[in-house]
């Protein structure tokens, strides 16, 4: 499966960004999926995930509550509702996807997804 993210932008500080996910090559219905996100001079750390059947959502506790991942595999693709943006949200924001079993075990382990998409920069301004 290959995966194109999109819809980053400028934004200031409380608004609301949504970003998406195209998935092509493969049915996208078979992957567990990711966002992930890496902020200038920091390393990649993990935003939210979902499960291939949507049964079940995890995100990090500093997006929780403000960000909700989403996906519809009928149109291959993932999305990530961010709302109450603050400027510590801007970074390059990356999908990635996974057929790994144990999954709820390492949803927030980035060595487990085989699969990335190019990022979409999103900038908060305060």
């Known amino acids: 499966v290959q995966l194109q993210a999109s819809g980053g932008g400028l934004v200031q500080a409380g608004d609301s960004l949504k970003l998406s996910c195209a998935a092509s090559g493969r049915t996208f219905g078979n992957y567990h999926a990711a966002w992930f996100r890496q902020a200038p001079g920091k390393d990649r750390e993990f935003v939210a995930a979902?499960?291939?059947?949507?049964?079940?959502?995890y995100y990090a506790d500093v997006v929780k509550g403000r960000f909700t991942i989403s996906r519809l595999n009928a149109k291959n693709t993932l999305y990530l509702q961010m709302n109450s943006l603050k400027p510590e949200d801007t970074a390059v924001y990356y999908c990635?996807?996974?057929?790994?079993?144990?999954?709820?075990?390492?949803?927030?382990?980035?060595?487990?997804?085989?699969?990335w998409g190019k990022g979409t920069l999103v900038t908060v301004s305060s």
């Open positions: 990635a996807a996974t057929s790994t079993a144990s999954y709820s075990s390492r949803y927030y382990n980035a060595e487990i997804y085989h699969t």
């Open positions: 979902i499960r291939r059947s949507a049964d079940a959502t």
